[in-house]
């Protein structure tokens, strides 16, 4: 896509972020979107292109009462939400549509009128992974970590490092979940989940949702918000099963969707402001700082445990705090790339002084999918 | 056998051969004749080079640990004990979600890289699984 040509204009989460029994999953959407158009000083009427996964844009734009020109459903784990902001940004550019909201919404913790999750027992994983006993992302997600441990000479404790810098940022924020502080033994001593993994080093389950309204950059100019504009994006996809990557040690959808949206940026890893890596669970950030080239392979977990990513540190990372301690109620992408336009805006509870250039970079499924989305609050 | 109440597979005209070789206590592969690449899963065509001239072959059933948890989140149809989920690295190549048995659940015992074979555990009628324990001798 053309830099800076597209911008972010409306960004809101749900009002309630946690647990929210009283709201169903579709409320959710509705509630992230009408917060996101009262943002941009926009109604229903005002826009004519819709995304989300997980549930049906059908569903989300009746509901909402949007007749759109242009639908995207594209349901590839948590990172949808980048895809979707770099297919309409493809399509505001091509002339399909002119304002497109995105939502998520997951009663993940609450479950009301959220969907079951099953797999097809005639599905590739439901004939090779499902029968060996895993159930869920704590099982699956955890499979590769150890080969990486191995490999690099990664410790737990190295781990449990990256969930106690995370809870640092969380500290600051008052929506996080989590705000305690917390230290390596606290980590270590947490009920074990999956060995080599415990219960800190996963990610919350909660309630939750976001939405993202996008127009033109030419446009952008008019909204009451300070636009956010995108700069590069990238996506990429590996494997539905996770024992079928290619190398336990490195994501191939993290290094092509990353790689994509640093040249389409334009941008070096020196130039990065603010960093958001979906951290469904400790290892993730390790991976995608090696994989988007922001530390050497083998070098992610020393980084962090060095404090680079800390507050105060020279590559803030996750400063809402993550997945870990701020909240994930199944599709974290939303909440990544709502952190990285709050930092923009410069309106972040743990904000980054003068940070010009934040990429949001998610995974979806369990190193299935990928979308990473650069954003920029420098006007073109 | 009788009590089994894991979840089974369920076999597509794609993947047959593969869970009727299970069943008779083989484990079999695919592979390309064209770029003589093996692959799994099952399909019908070679993943490498789009060739659909493949055959099916009996594995060695042979394979090293790749990587692996050991669960500790409750499944009663598991046992009470946590268990390992492993990917196991076959000799011919391909890698494999399973896990490993006759052999204690711990790290200590769970060796990354150890030798391993096959040995397939009978589901039901129809399905056997493959597992994989420490390879003997």
């Known amino acids: 896509m053309k830099r800076k040509s597209i911008a972010v204009v409306g960004a809101a989460e749900t009002t309630e972020l946690g647990k929210i029994p009283d709201t169903s999953q579709l409320m959710l959407h509705a509630d992230a979107a009408l917060n996101a158009m009262k943002d941009a000083g926009l109604t229903a ?20 009462g949007i007749t759109p020109t242009w639908v995207d459903g594209t349901s590839v784990g948590g990172c949808s939400f980048m895809l979707h902001v770099r ?12 304002t497109v909201l995105i939502t998520h919404a997951e009663s993940g913790r609450s479950r009301v009128g959220a969907r079951r999750f099953s797999r097809d027992p005639a599905s590739q994983a439901g004939q090779f992974e499902v029968p060996f006993g895993i159930s869920g992302p704590p099982t699956i997600f955890t499979i590769p970590a150890l080969r990486y441990m191995k490999q690099y000479g990664v410790t737990e404790e190295d781990l449990a490092h990256v969930a106690v810098v995370q809870r640092e940022w969380a500290a600051q924020n008052p929506r996080a979940t989590f705000r305690d502080p917390i230290t390596v033994d606290d980590v270590l001593n947490s009920k074990m989940i999956a060995w080599p993994f415990r219960l800190l080093m996963c990610c919350l389950v909660t309630d939750g949702g976001g939405a993202l309204i996008l127009t033109s950059a030419e446009r952008a100019k008019d909204f009451p918000q300070k636009p956010v504009y995108i700069l590069g994006t990238g996506e990429s996809c590996e494997t539905p099963m996770l024992s079928q990557m290619e190398d336990f040690t490195s994501s191939k959808a993290f290094r092509v969707s990353g ?16 960093l958001m890596i979906y951290d469904a669970f400790a290892h993730l950030p390790v991976y995608g700082l090696e994989d988007l080239g922001f530390c050497d392979k083998g070098e992610g977990a020393a980084f962090i445990r060095e404090g680079n990513t800390r507050p105060g540190g020279k590559l803030p990372l996750n400063t809402n705090g993550g997945g870990l301690s701020y909240m994930h109620s199944g599709m974290y992408g939303m909440y990544a790339l709502q952190e990285s336009i709050r930092q923009m805006r410069g309106i972040a509870p743990a904000q980054v002084p003068n940070a010009k250039i934040s990429i949001a970079h998610g995974v979806g499924g369990m190193f299935a999918a990928s979308g990473t989305i650069v954003f920029s609050n420098e006007a073109p | 056998m009788a009590d089994y109440n894991r979840p089974l597979p369920l076999p597509t005209p794609e993947t ?23 692959y799994f899963p099952p399909r019908p065509f070679c993943p490498n080079c789009g060739s659909r001239a493949v055959e099916v072959y009996k594995a060695s059933g042979k394979a090293t640990l790749y ?15 946590p268990h390992s989920i492993a990917v196991v690295t076959l000799a011919e190549g391909p890698r494999l979600m399973t896990n490993i048995v006759d052999c204690p659940q711990t790290p200590e015992a769970l060796i990354l890289d150890m030798p391993l074979e096959v040995t397939f555990e009978k589901a039901s009628e129809d399905i056997s699984l493959p597992k994989f324990r420490p390879a003997k001798g």
């Open chain 2, 67 to 81: 990587s692996y948890i050991i669960n500790h989140r409750p499944r009663p149809d598991f046992g009470t004990e």
């Open chain 1, 45 to 64: 009427r005002d826009i004519d292109g819709i995304a989300t996964a997980g549930d049906s844009p059908v569903e989300v734009a009746h509901y909402l």
């Open chain 2, 16 to 38: 047959r051969h593969f869970w009727d070789g299970t069943k008779n206590g083989e484990l079999r592969l695919q592979r390309c004749t064209a770029c003589k690449e093996s």
């Open chain 1, 87 to 98: 297919h309409a940004a493809a399509a505001i550019n091509e002339g399909l549509c002119n």
């Open chain 1, 259 to 274: 790689k994509k949206a640093f040249d389409e940026a334009g941008i070096k890893h020196g130039d990065v402001d603010h």
